[in-house]
C-alpha cells in the first residue's frame, strides 16, 4: 500500500459535467486528478462507446440499447452538454501521453457484448499510456477472460458484498485488486473503493491507506486528503 491513496473521478466529474463526457474527463486531466474511471459497452458494429448503462434513455437526448444501434446511429443523440455519446477511441486520444490512472471496467455484468475485452485490450495496447490500466468488472468471466488474453494487465473484480478471505480470492482468480463499496481490511491486494463523495467517509479511507477512492466530487476529495 502506498502511504497516499489516489483519487479516480467517477465517471469523470459529475459534479460539473456530464458523466462519462469528454468534457468532463478533459477538465480532470487540466486539473491533474490522479485518475479516471468510465465505462466501456459495445455498439451494434462492435464500436467501444463509453456510457454507465445498457441504455442511453437516462443519459442522452435517445431512448433504446447500446446494443442495438451502430456506432453512425448511436452519434445522432448527445449528451446534456450537447457531446455526442464518446468513442473510447476519443478518450484514449485524450488521455494519451498523460500522467492519469485509468480505471476501465467492462459493463457486462447485464448484457454481454462478445469479443469486448479482446476488442478493447487491442486499443489500449496501440495507445501511449504512461501508467498501466485498471480493468474492472461485476462480471468474474470478463475478467477471467481479459487475462486469457492479456495476462500482463491489471484485473480488479467489482462488488458490494463483503469477500470473504480477499486475498485468496484475489491470487486464484488473478486479480490485482478488489474494487468495493465498503471498505475491507486486506493485505497485498489493491483496494479501491466507491463511490465515496461524503467528507467523514473519505477521511475515514485516506487514514487506511487505501489504493484509492473512487468519487463524484475529485476537488472535494483532494481537499479531504490534504487535510489528512
Do not use: C
Not at 462492435?46 to 445498457?54: C, L, N, S, T, Y
Not at 441504455?55 to 446534456?80: H, P, S, V, W
Not at 457531446?83 to 498523460?98: I, N
Amino acid at each position: 500500500m502506498t502511504s497516499k491513496s489516489l483519487i479516480y473521478g467517477h465517471r469523470g466529474v459529475p459534479v460539473k459535467f456530464p458523466e462519462n463526457s469528454l468534457a468532463g474527463f478533459a477538465y480532470a486531466i487540466s486539473q491533474h486528478i490522479d485518475g479516471l474511471e468510465f465505462d466501456v459497452h459495445l455498439t451494434k458494429d462492435h464500436i467501444p462507446v463509453i456510457m454507465h448503462d445498457e441504455k442511453i434513455n437516462r443519459t442522452t437526448d435517445g431512448m433504446g440499447a447500446i446494443a442495438d444501434y451502430t456506432f453512425a446511429e448511436i452519434r445522432q443523440f448527445t449528451l446534456a452538454n450537447g457531446e455526442p455519446v464518446p468513442s473510447l477511441a476519443e478518450f484514449l486520444e485524450l488521455v494519451s501521453g498523460e500522467p492519469v490512472h485509468l480505471n476501465l471496467e467492462f459493463k457486462t455484468d447485464k448484457h454481454y457484448y462478445q469479443g469486448i475485452e479482446r476488442i478493447v485490450l487491442g486499443m489500449i495496447r496501440q495507445t501511449d499510456l504512461v501508467y498501466p490500466v485498471v480493468f474492472s468488472s461485476f462480471n468474474l468471466k470478463s475478467l477471467q477472460r481479459g487475462h486469457d488474453l492479456d495476462p500482463t494487465q491489471k484485473y480488479a473484480f467489482l462488488s458490494s458484498a463483503r469477500i470473504g478471505d480477499p486475498e485468496g480470492f484475489a491470487a486464484t482468480e488473478h486479480l490485482e485488486g478488489l474494487h468495493l463499496e465498503h471498505y475491507q481490511t486486506m493485505h497485498h491486494v489493491a483496494e479501491r473503493v466507491w463511490t465515496v463523495d461524503d467528507p467523514d467517509e473519505l477521511r475515514q479511507l485516506f487514514d487506511k491507506q487505501v489504493s484509492a477512492v473512487i468519487t463524484d466530487n475529485f476537488e472535494l476529495a483532494r481537499d479531504v486528503r490534504a487535510a489528512v
